[in-house]
């Protein structure tokens, strides 16, 4: 087997260490909650970041200037993952906003929504595939195009720790979880050796924009190992730490105490 340049690596992992410095990424539903903590987290480190939203654009244009105001690069770019044009289109945008190619995708995007097997409409089924499945596989597939010979490239997919444990809630999201994971391992094939591909299977993060948060916070604490909510920061930690390390390809991380064992 031949190899081209070896990819570099980082000296430690860490936000505080500008290691992705050089290095373009763009993050899905990078403008809000889990996404934006990942789009800050890589802007500290050092990389150009492309905020891409659907319609929080208040909430992107703010992303963007924290970054650049604590001395960052960021870019905006808008598209919904839905429409299949827009997502072939969103990979061009991206680079055109950037300047640079990308060279990090973070599949960040997703629909959650509360249905079940008998309540689902195929219009349920086409939203919450496009999204959660297909998007990322274009868009992994895009990245791959405009990326320079000789250059590397790392694709980063959010799941959701049910892939280990599905239920009957939630189930076209969680189905294509599912998929998204054995997608996460065919790229990181289809892909090699010049693009790595993981993924991290999270837990309860932050609470749902509901009111019943209390009662979520209550419920959800009881089921996890550590009895405690995971943070953001360990969120965007774990993100670095797979960026970061040259030999970690097709895993699956899982950020959430310990819930995937119940």
């Not at 190899?3 to 992992?13: D, K, L, Q």
């Not at 290691?19 to 909650?33: D, E, N, S």
């Not at 924290?66 to 945008?93: C, F, S, Y």
């Not at 993981?198 to 009895?227: C, F, K, Q, W």
Request: glycine share 10%.
């Amino acid at each position: 087997m031949t190899h081209e340049e070896p990819r570099p690596t980082a000296p430690g992992a860490g936000s505080s260490r500008r290691t992705l410095t050089g290095r373009c990424a763009l993050v899905t539903g990078g403008a809000k909650r889990i996404g934006r903590a990942l789009s800050l987290a890589l802007g500290e480190a050092g990389a150009l970041v492309v905020v891409h939203y659907r319609s929080a654009e208040d909430e992107a244009r703010d992303t963007v200037a924290t970054i650049t105001g604590a001395g960052g690069k960021a870019g905006l770019v808008r598209g919904n993952l839905a429409n299949h044009e827009q997502t072939l289109q969103l990979m061009e945008d991206a680079t055109a906003a950037a300047g640079q190619p990308v060279d990090i995708l973070v599949n960040n995007a997703s629909v959650f929504e509360n249905l079940n097997l008998m309540n689902t409409s195929v219009e349920d089924w086409d939203r919450n595939l496009a999204v959660n499945l297909r998007a990322p596989a274009l868009l992994a597939r895009g990245m791959a195009r405009q990326l320079p010979p000789k250059s590397f490239g790392d694709v980063l997919n959010l799941n959701d720790d049910r892939i280990f444990r599905p239920g009957a809630d939630n189930f076209p999201y969680t189905v294509s979880k599912v998929g998204l994971h054995g997608l996460t391992q065919s790229l990181a094939l289809a892909l090699a050796p010049r693009i790595r591909v993981n993924e991290l299977a999270l837990g309860a993060i932050l609470p749902p924009e509901v009111s019943a948060a209390e009662e979520y916070d209550h419920t959800m604490r009881g089921a996890i190992p550590t009895e405690r909510f995971d943070t953001t920061a360990e969120v965007t930690h774990a993100m670095l730490f797979l960026l970061e390390n040259p030999a970690m390809t097709g895993q699956t991380l899982c950020v959430n105490g310990g819930r995937h064992l119940i």
